[in-house]
T-cell receptor, first 113, second 120 residues
Framework: KNQVEQSPQSLIILEGKNCTLQ??????????LRWYKQDTGRGPVSLTI?????NTKSNGRYTATLDADTKQSSLHITASQLSDSASYIC????????????FGAGTRLAVHP | DARVTQTPRHKVTEMGQEVTMRCQPI?????VFWYRQTMMQGLELLAY????????DSGMPKDRFSAEMPDATLATLKIQPSEPRDSAVYFC??????????????????FGQGTRLTVV
């Protein structure tokens, strides 16, 4: 069964600190992996997208890594800001026939001053 | 500014009533998703359309939910009759996917702001 699991479920950090969020997946055949940020009351917004051949992708203070062999991804946030408080959702796209996005449950991040 | 538009943003209704949620995908996009998000389940795929044709609606309770695309600029999700357990945020997303191709680097799923449904 295609699944995406994220950890931790929630995280609290102080402003200015770094943090790393984890994503493990069992989606096959794999097409790509995305990280979305979802602010409270808003729809998800894409941060990064990586295909099988890519193992790192940055978007400002966000850096995503992908290990397609172990089927793991991480999202590293550097020098966190209060505006980083949100849910971060790992999404894996399966290929073959038609495709769909498989969502993880998300990590809820709270950045405190 | 191209964006996915969903209406209404909020809906409170009594159990048993019909609910219709609307989505205007980004002009030119050929793929529309309907998702439901709850605190317990996260995001769940309800239905998926390509070129207005339903490709996957296995996530929808068939007895009460229905999804349609009357035209390329409008997608609807109906619940009849609604139940308290349907309370959730319903998201519509759209993207442009080439026939036979997976959603890749040149495609993106853009989400609307969601419709927050409360059934009392």
């Amino acid at each position: 069964k295609n699944q995406v699991e994220q950890s931790p479920q929630s995280l609290i950090i102080l402003e200015g600190k770094n943090c790393t969020l984890q994503c493990n997946y069992t989606v096959s055949p794999f097409s790509n992996l995305r990280w979305y940020k979802q602010d409270t009351g808003r729809g998800p917004v894409s941060l990064t997208i990586m295909t099988f051949s890519e193992n790192t992708k940055s978007n400002g203070r966000y850096t995503a890594t992908l290990d397609a062999d172990t089927k793991q991804s991480s999202l590293h946030i550097t020098a966190s800001q209060l505006s980083d408080s949100a849910s971060y959702i790992c999404v894996v796209s399966a290929s073959g026939g038609y495709n769909k996005l498989i969502f993880g449950a998300g990590t809820r991040l709270a950045v405190h001053p | 500014d191209a964006r996915v538009t969903q209406t209404p943003r909020h809906k409170v209704t009594e159990m048993g009533q019909e609910v219709t949620m609307r989505c205007q995908p980004i002009l030119g996009h050929n793929t529309v998703f309907w998702y439901r998000q709850t605190m317990m389940q996260g995001l769940e795929l309800l239905a998926y359309f390509r070129n207005r044709a339903p490709l996957d609606d296995s996530g929808m309770p068939k007895d009460r939910f229905s999804a349609e695309m009357p035209d390329a600029t409008l997608a609807t999700l109906k619940i009849q009759p609604s139940e308290p357990r349907d309370s959730a945020v319903y998201f519509c997303a759209s993207g442009l996917v080439l026939d036979g191709q997976p959603m890749g680097l040149d495609t993106e799923a853009f989400f609307g702001q969601g419709t927050r449904l409360t059934v009392v």
